[in-house]
């Protein structure tokens, strides 16, 4: 074999192995950055449901504090706003 077939069949060997490598490298970073995506989808379904869960809390909360007190509309009695709050007493 001559010299210039062995360098051209080291080259392409090399080239080869090269775009084996770089298919393979991209792939793996390609599933790195899905499986980062996946991560994040999960913390923010994770934040959705604790925010979901503290708001049916405060929801629960507000419907059994408003069976206990009762609570009156202040834009309802305009005249009063101008009396400080214990003035009726």
Partial sequence: MSR???FTLAA???GTAGIVWF???SQ???RAAMHRGVER???KQRIRQERQAEFELQKRL???YLKL???TSTTDNRSSANQPPNAGT
Avoid: P, S
Wanted: a negative charge.
């Fill in 62 to 64: 507000q419907e059994e």
């Fill in 69 to 71: 007190q009762t609570v």
């Fill in 28 to 30: 793996e970073a390609d």
């Fill in 12 to 14: 392409t060997g090399l």
């Fill in 41 to 43: 989808d999960m913390e």
């Fill in 23 to 25: 298919v393979h490298w």
């Fill in 4 to 6: 210039a077939a062995k």
